[in-house]
Each structure stands twice: as C-alpha cells, then as structure tokens.
C-alpha cells in the first residue's frame, strides 16, 4: 500500500532565530490560533504543524547571527477568517510587528483572505483563508 502524501507541495520549511527560547515561546502562541503545536523538539530544534512537523524553528547550523530573507515569507493555512484574525492578534500580542491586519487581498483573488506580521526575528508571516464562499469571478 502506497502512503499518500498531504496536499501541500512543501514538506517542510526552517528559519533562524537568535533567541531560541522566545521563538518557540511566540510560535507556540501563534500558530495554536490555527490548531498547529509543537510536533518534534530535539535540542535547539522545534518543529511546529498539526500533523507533520512542517515549521522548524532553530539557531543557524553555521553559528552566526540569524538574518532574514529579503523577499521571503511564510504564510500559514488558517481553516476559516475567525482563524485568521486570532492569528493576527495571539502574534500582536506575542511581540510581532503589523504588516497588514486582516482582510480581503482581491489583488490575490477574491477568495482571498488573510493579514501579515512580522514575528521577533523580523520574518515576515502570514495566515490566509481561500474562502470558497466567495465568488471567483
């Protein structure tokens, strides 16, 4: 019998952090709004999702200060806009910076719903929502 892979393309995906403690402490927080927690912990290492460990979080292997990428962001998958408003405020509340409250992105397509932060480490993160209640014309 073949195991059948879950529908996202990306197996997993891990980014820097300087403070290794308090970026477990946030992203646990946050990422609990959309039924996510801490799935695999090895020391230095945590890996976040709700099945899969798919969001690690962890200090650079090569020792030096952690950057941010230029152009990258990590959006999260939220189940419904309630998700994704709980997203935004457990990460407002967690020390992130605002990027973009919640709403309707029709520049993304009219199912589109979603808002941006940046987590402690500068990252830019988001929840979004394809809400399929909304007419894709």
Avoid at 76 to 92: I, K, P, S, T
Wanted: proline share 7%.
């Amino acid at each position: 019998m073949e195991n059948t892979p879950p529908a996202t393309i990306m197996s997993h995906v891990s980014i820097g952090t300087d403070d290794f403690g308090e970026s477990v402490e946030f992203y646990s927080k946050v990422l609990a709004t959309l039924g996510a927690q801490v799935i695999m912990k090895e020391p230095g290492a945590a890996a976040f999702g709700r099945q899969f460990p798919e969001f690690w979080v962890q200090p650079p292997l090569d020792g030096k200060a952690s950057t941010v990428g230029n152009g990258s962001h990590f959006a999260f998958f939220a189940r419904n806009r309630e998700e994704v408003h709980a997203f935004y405020r457990a990460a407002l509340e967690a020390g992130a910076a605002e990027e973009g409250e919640p709403g309707p992105r029709p520049q993304y397509g009219q199912q589109y719903y979603g808002c941006f932060v940046r987590d402690p480490n500068g990252h830019k993160l988001e929840a979004t929502f394809w809400d399929e209640t909304q007419d894709s014309a």
